[in-house]
């Protein structure tokens, strides 16, 4: 298909696609001449996932890039996943203390939980920890592993979905919104289990 | 205790805790004389809350006024602690559709969790499912349901601990701190559950 074509099934403009392949987050066509490119599928899906990683993440385009660069050239579908996953991480302002980090790696191990040494989440992990801990109230072992527990048959459920996916930018972007825009469900369904967990008992 | 050991106490100035005396979200203290009053624990407390509620929820203060009201005449700790976790609740800009709202009903019939009628969770909730609607990412009842099933455990250890404090605004201070600061707990650990879930049957 041509650019406008392109832009046409994407809804980007054809200024912005262009400024996307200058930038390096679009890979180019196949040139056709020196005026015109072919475009195909692949640059529709990795279109959607640059709006799924701006729009819905909220990402800088140079965070973008760097997503975009890594899922390409992730050796496989689970590194491409991984790539898109660890730049949705929060930014640790500060750093987490040995005793929380000490303490995530336990919980891991306790589950049997396979997690890259250098995840991002294993600082954000701790250093939310630290912050539980400063405000009093103790994040003991058995609420964690309550947590741990509860949320492995989810995240395999979540997991087989995104697999299903044709190719590595589809599922990449799969992962992105659907952990993005699952948080919510999940943090209201918590509080609204809050509110069916205390009524019965409690009145 | 005076005034000057409150502040010591909950590290607020006088200047502060006299505006809040005004401002109505600090219950005054035992008048004894025309130029100081009594001060006791339930004020130690209640400022923690409205420590909490600011610093931690980044609530306004007519926010928060409101919450220590509702939790000052809640008849029972259930209210109370329904009182804060309801004023918790996210803004929803966009009304959801009658469609979502039907089905967070029919979730919430399936694992017969009683919710009051008017919590804002129900429509944060059906507004969540909306947005990931719009977004091409059906959420399946099947997903929706494994969510409601890990919850449950989950919320079930949590009230049993804020149950455990020994008055209302204790309670309610728990409640609110404990929701918001293990929401970052809940979410980065299942990223981290993604990760696990993925490595083994993928590679």
Known sequence: MRLAELAARSGFSNATIKYYLRAGLLHPGEAQSTTWAEYDDSHVRRLRLVRALTEVAGMSLETVRQVVLAV???GSEHEA???AQWALSREVTDEPTASSLVRVDGLLARHGWTVHADSPHRRVLAA????????GLPA???LLDSYAQALR??????VSR?????DTTVAAERLVVGTLLYEPVLTTLRRMAHEAASA????
Not at 153 to 158: M, N, R, Y
Not at 162 to 166: G, N, S, T
């Open 153 to 158: 048959p989810v995240a395999e459920l979540e």
């Open 140 to 142: 003991t072992d058995e």
């Open 200 to 203: 019965p008992v409690r009145e």
């Open 81 to 83: 996943r991984g790539a």
């Open 72 to 74: 390409e050239e992730a």
């Open 128 to 135: 939310a920890l630290d912050t539980v801990e400063q405000l």
């Open 162 to 166: 995104v697999a299903e996916a044709e």
